[in-house]
């Protein structure tokens, strides 16, 4: 067996081999390589890093389409200056998150990033940005962390904190007159940071917790957690899920005869598009959000006509906050002007920016969390129809952010 | 396998110093990215020693990587750094440990059972994960400080150094096919091989077949480890995806492109794949698309990955066998 | 847990573990007759739901959406056979396990291309979508009844041409022993088309009588694949009674973990895997050597 020639052949074929991948790979590396930047009053570059395809892809879509919304409407200027968009694919994958956003920020040389939905990715991100100091805004995913305990100078959230919508849902749940409700979510930050804040909400209110259902995210077989709903008999039932699980679990639930027995409350999340899919199980659900989509505003009018001449879709939640995104940057950029380094200048600008949002009027905590009123929605003929405020200027408590 | 030469030697150390030579020439993201190739070659060299040598299709291979990835984020202390030399070894040993279970289990299989049972106990730990609280949950875990490899108070090694971690990616590569192309010239790669070409030949001669399957498995499992403990010191994240079947899937495309019966072969596949993911993203959004293809393409017309792709293209003389004729011990049946 | 409570959640599972086998069997069929490992059997399951909402939805017709949803997917079947799969018999499994890993990419783009990302929901027509009460507060959807009724009458059908005609006959061949059928010499080359466009249309078929209590979204199918690889290594592969058992085993396992361990219900189902591989490493019904 050992023949040295035969040795040598092997190496030579191995080292062939070798060579023959390495060129396919520096070829896929060259076609890679981001564009030298063209000196002309240089565009900004804005990384766009959203789930465009996935569960929640849809999101992405409408996210991406209020920021361009907004950007369109100042003729395809920031600040005055001319926006270059760097689309990325995030799939709602925390896993390849963080080589996600070094392809935008090391490799792209963005100038600043928007996204995303998943609180998992949008974790990874966040990281990303405190190591590089690059702005961050996210238009979407709620963990409580990002404008808490991780809470930095350039990170900015146009949405909310899981703790927001859910915490005034509380005290409503209480002063339509239940006492003992049980709460249901899948097992992960959105689902129990949300469920917290609802019971610490209710239970300050003098409301009890009888029990406390969950199941792995993104689960849906629902049919043994809602036989025990039955069987314990609650006053009412507070759940988060969103997409796909939000449609099932309230079909789910009007199937098996609870609708109309046992009130069920949430977080707009349940009912927020996905009202079409869950038809007329959903109708009679008293959910709270930060948007309602019949709000009774002209900033809302104006969006809600425009993005649908620009869309054929109807505006939702998700395009508001990417379209507000975009706001916030712009009263960032228009402070700095031209000046793309000035960042500190930059963020104290957006930190102070007052929006005119589609959602009524948007301030930012010292957290860089958003300042807005919650409003009680009801869903009738298929729209998350406003019932009232629920709770005006809710901040968030944003606890461990040593800015706040 | 012929003994390592000294030849052999000269070539793998030039190979390093002149890949060593990278972080002077290119942009810190294409460290990175190399260092990520690295890393991915790590694991599919290492999936390779059980698919290639062992003939043992596993699909349980990024629960091995995944493992190690959590190992060390769970023993790293909150704000501290974590020690190289003790998190290492416990990640790469807890892997094996698991590769004894599963390979115990596992290997009173064969063929289309052990793919499928190996594919279940890698589903199994990926719900460990997944579902219960002690891991962070469907949410992931961060890692906040990389390991440090220190004598007293002088820091050696810091892993947070991108070009520091490039080489130490650098060495885990070659040193897990150094380790392989050593142990396929030994006895124990004879036997090895011997079992995976005729499994009843193998018996007759002695070889107790099971046991040498077992310590391939478990071996393999470790390298595998290896790069899942450098995967996470890397992105400073871990999540139950790490561990999923996609991504042994995606290794065995790797080792299957490299071609099975090279020891480097997989690290190829892994550059190939990898850089095919960078480009294919950067330019069409329905890039999985082209990928399915490319992967569908690959296995009914190259299924000797490079090789005939390189015999295809008219390049290079007639590649021997195609690698990918592996005769599973005794099919099912 | 009163007896009452135990026994709707004794029905939840029993109708689980239905619906389980109803994809499982067609992996089964797949796997033993024509040895082909097939990873893209989940996202037929995925394909067929989607197939019954754009169908149903388009027609306004419950029965197309779900007869067409079977019947494309066959068609779908028959092609892919002819076109790839075909290629790969006599190939390690390696081979296959790539081609298919392919395969659930190019599928699912294409799903994505064709029907969009958004979940959808199959509206059922009138007399399905009632309920009956079971308690004062619970009632029982009829159609979950139904759906089991079908699987149950499915898997009758199944068990029925597997026993009594000359296909059931090769397929009894097939998993006994495949080479030796080769070997005899049976025609296999149609009889292996039509199998695995039964197998993906089974497992279609299954999206589609489910698509109405499961919703329609991407990724529906990748929990199902896992799940029905364990079915099928619990029951032995490619025995269909096997089969049977081992969904119901698992329906029963994943209902009651959920409602007394809820965070280890995801691991329970592989630790009874486990224990059954250490007993029986062919299976429950699996032949003694592999």
Known sequence: MTNIKSTAQTLAMTRRNFLGATAAGAAGLALGFPKPAIAQGAALKVGLMLPF???YARLGQFIENGFNLYVEQKSGMLGGRKVEFIRLDDESKPETATDNMNRLV??????VVIGTVHSGVAMAMVKVARDSGVPLIIPNAGADEATGPLCAPNIFRTSFSNWQPAHPMGKVVYDEGHRNVLTITWRYTAGQQMVGAFTEGFEAAGGKVVEALTLPF???????LITQIATLK???????FAGGGAVKFVTDYAAAGLKGKIPLYGTGFLTDGTLKAQGDAATGIRTTLHYADDLDNPANKAFLSAFQAKTGEAGDIYAVQGFDAAALLEAGLVATGDDASAREALFAAMAGAKIDSPRGPLTFSPAHNPIQNIYLREVRDGRNAFVSVAGEAVRDPARGCRMA | MQPLSSRTHLALLAAVVAAAMLPALVPDYYVQFAAKVLILGTLAMALNLAVGFGGLVSLCHAAFFGL??????LLAPEYDAPSLLLTLPLAVAIAAAAALVIGLLSLRTRGVYFIMVTLAFGEMLFFLFHDTPFGGGSDGLFLYVKPVLSVGETILVDLDNPVTFYL??????AGTWWLIRHLLSTPFGDALTAARDNERRALALGIPVIRVRLIAFVLSAALAGLAGYLSAAQFGFVAPQMLGWHLSATALVMVVLGGTRRVAGPLAGALVVTGLEEGLKYFIDDW?????????ALVLVAPGGLQDLARLAGLGRRAGTPALNLKEANNVG | MDIGTFAIQLLNAVQYGLVLFLVASGLTLVFGILGVINLAHGVFYMLGAYLAWWLTVATGNFAVGILGAFAISFLVGMALESVFIRRLYGRDHLSQVLLSFGLILVVDELRQMLFGRDVQSVPLPEWLSGSLPLTDVLN???????????????????FLVIRRTRIGMVVRAGAENREMTRALGIPFDSVNRYVFAIGIALAALAGAVIAPISTVFPGMGDGMLILSFVVVVLGGIGSVPGAAIGALLIGLIDTFGKVFMPELAGILVYVLMAAVLIVRPTGILGKREV
Not at chain 1, 106 to 111: E, M, P, V, Y
Not at chain 1, 234 to 240: E, H, K, R, S, T
Request: include cysteine.
């Open chain 3, 140 to 158: 029982y959807p009829v159609y979950r009844i139904v759906v089991s009724l079908f699987c149950l009458a499915i898997a009758v059908a199944i």
């Open chain 1, 218 to 224: 993104p689960e849906v077989e629902f049919q043994a």
């Open chain 1, 106 to 111: 090391s490799r792209d040389k963005a100038d």
């Open chain 2, 168 to 173: 130490a990616a650098l060495a885990a590569a």
């Open chain 1, 53 to 55: 395809s996935g569960t």
């Open chain 2, 68 to 73: 190690a990835g959590y190992a060390l984020v």
């Open chain 1, 234 to 240: 609650p006053d009412a039932v507070f759940a988060f």
């Open chain 2, 288 to 296: 999985k698309l082209v990928y399915g293809l490319i992967i569908i």
